[in-house]
């Protein structure tokens, strides 16, 4: 049965450009063109809003892909499901899995490490603490690396889903479980959101070395200037004779904003839910 290897294998440097370059080897994965049912089109704003204007910069071009549409084992019915095939995904970071459910339904869902061809995954309250498997907070043990977590209850899974992340169950109370997040904050989650056992695949993608510029172009995304490499007109960093510090209290952006200690979250009525803040990362 074939595994997921996610190993990294180096370049040998026959080129200026492959100097250094590495990428992760997507040994067991499958070759065949995705389920044709389960992928639709989509239109790559590439950073620019509905008037085409540029609203998030350093994005356009990249190559042609379609989108996988991205399920969990919950939102499928008629378990267990049977592991088809692993696969690789252009629009995230994670590997996906094909399963296949009692009635013959197809759906992808994220794959996590050390997931196999052939495996049997469940959900629901009794299901086995095994990789893959879906579980209520409520019915996991302590202890226990999951992701793909709901953060409402019966809504969709959006957090921990990015390559080789994992949150940990610490504890249970009445309501909530406490999770640790990968940033090591540590979040009440209401006992009735579900998660999958595992950490998600791929867990050597941010060891990888870009080596060159056309790679990050394939990804869509463009280059940037540093902004003290400019003039002092075009940034607030800009200007001075060779090389200078930022000469400011704090860096900000070209249009004079903080760019470093300003909170960003947009949902002030999930702090309640905040146990323990993420760590700073120190300068």
């Known amino acids: 049965m074939a595994k997921i290897k996610s190993q990294l294998k180096k370049i040998k440097p026959t080129t200026s450009g492959q100097r250094g370059m590495s990428f992760v080897l997507r040994n067991g994965l499958s070759k065949e063109k995705p389920i ?11 950073g620019r809003d509905e008037a085409g204007h540029v609203s998030i910069r350093h994005k356009g071009g990249g190559a042609k892909r379609k989108y996988r549409i991205i399920s969990t084992i919950t939102q499928c019915t008629d378990g267990p499901f049977e592991v088809l095939r692993l696969e690789y995904d252009p629009n995230r970071t994670a590997f996906i899995a094909l399963i296949q459910n009692q009635a013959g339904r197809k759906s992808y869902i994220i794959a996590p490490d050390g997931i196999k061809i052939g495996d049997k995954l469940e959900y629901g309250q009794e299901a086995p603490i095994v990789c893959g498997c879906r579980l209520p907070l409520s019915s996991i043990p302590t202890g226990v690396q999951v992701h793909n977590i709901d953060i409402v209850p019966f809504g969709k899974a959006k957090m921990v889903r990015s390559a080789g992340t994992s949150a940990v169950v610490i504890a249970h ?13 540590i979040r009440k989650f209401d006992n009735r959101c579900e998660a999958s056992i595992g950490v998600v695949s791929n867990i050597a993608h941010n060891t990888e070395t870009i080596g060159k510029a056309g790679r990050q172009r394939h990804k869509g995304i463009r280059p940037h200037v540093r902004g003290k490499a400019m003039a002092p007109n075009a940034h607030p960093h800009g200007g001075g004779e060779g090389v200078n510090p930022i000469g ?26 905040i146990v323990t803040p993420r760590k700073k990362k120190r300068k």
């Open 36 to 46: 044709k049912s389960l992928t639709t089109g989509f239109k790559r704003h590439v």
């Open 173 to 185: 109370e009445e309501k909530y479980s406490l999770l640790r997040l990968p940033s090591s904050e």
């Open 248 to 273: 400011l209290k704090a860096p900000k952006t070209p249009w004079g904003k903080k760019a470093i200690g300003v909170k960003t979250r947009r949902r002030p009525d999930h702090g309640n839910m």
